[in-house]
C-alpha cells in the first residue's frame, strides 16, 4: 500500500510540474476554465437567480464558477513564491463543488448533464493536480482563513447565513428528503478535504517523497 502511494504521488508530482511548464497548455486551460466559468455564472444568474441574494454572498453561492476562478490564478503563478494556502483553497473548492453538483445533478431542470458531468470532473482532475503545490504548507492564520470560509461556506449552503439568503439547497425537493444524507456528505468531504491539504506535506515524508523532484 506504501508503495502505490508513493507512486500515485510521484505521478502527481512529476506531471503537474510538467503542465506547468507547457505554455500551450497553460493557454488552453485557461481558456477552457474561463468559458466554463462563464457559463457556470450564466447559468446561477439565469436559472438559479443569483441576483435574488445579496451581493456580499455571492462568493458562497456559485461554488464551482468561483473555483474555476480561482483555479485559473493557480497557472498564473510565479516559482519560488509561496502560494500555499491560495492553492489550498482552490483544492478544496474544487473538489467540494464538483462533488456537490454531481450528488444534485438531478435536482435541477434544463441542463445538459453529459456536458455537466465532463466539465466538472475535469475541474476535480485538476484540483487533483494541486496537491504537490502543497508541499512544506505550514498551519498559519491563512490556512485557518480557509478552513473557516470553507466550513462557513457548508453552514450557508444548507443552513443559510444569519438570515441574509434562504438555505436554497434545503429547500430543493430531491435533497429535503435526503438532507442529513447531503449534510453529513459534504461536511464529511471538506474535513477529509481539510486533513488530506494540511498533512500532505507529512504523508510525502511518511512516503519517501522529496518536495523538491527534479
Wanted: hydrophobic fraction near 55%; glycine fraction near 8%.
Amino acid at each position: 500500500m506504501k508503495f502505490e502511494v508513493r507512486t500515485f504521488f510521484r505521478f502527481i508530482q512529476l506531471k503537474e510540474r510538467q503542465i506547468l511548464g507547457i505554455k500551450t497548455l497553460i493557454a488552453i486551460l485557461m481558456i477552457g476554465n474561463f468559458l466554463g466559468a462563464v457559463i457556470g455564472f450564466f447559468y446561477y444568474f439565469n436559472v438559479i437567480g443569483l441576483t435574488q441574494y445579496s451581493p456580499i454572498l455571492w462568493i458562497l453561492i456559485p461554488d464551482c464558477p468561483m473555483a474555476v476562478l480561482f483555479l485559473m490564478g493557480v497557472y498564473t503563478q510565479k516559482e519560488n513564491q509561496n502560494f500555499a494556502n491560495y492553492n489550498f483553497f482552490v483544492f478544496i473548492q474544487g473538489i467540494r463543488g464538483a462533488i456537490l453538483t454531481f450528488l444534485m445533478i438531478t435536482s435541477f431542470e434544463s441542463i445538459d448533464i453529459e456536458i455537466v458531468v465532463i466539465g466538472h470532473s475535469l475541474l476535480i482532475i485538476q484540483a487533483i493536480f494541486i496537491l504537490p503545490l502543497l508541499a512544506d504548507m505550514e498551519l498559519n492564520k491563512g490556512t485557518i482563513i480557509v478552513i473557516g470560509i470553507t466550513l462557513l461556506n457548508d453552514v450557508s449552503d444548507f443552513f443559510g447565513l444569519f438570515g441574509l439568503f434562504y438555505p436554497t439547497l434545503a429547500q430543493l425537493p430531491t435533497i429535503q428528503s435526503m438532507f442529513l444524507f447531503f449534510v453529513v456528505t459534504i461536511f464529511g468531504l471538506d474535513l477529509i478535504l481539510i486533513l488530506i491539504g494540511i498533512g500532505f506535506t507529512k504523508l510525502m515524508e511518511n512516503t519517501g517523497i522529496s518536495s523538491n523532484v527534479a
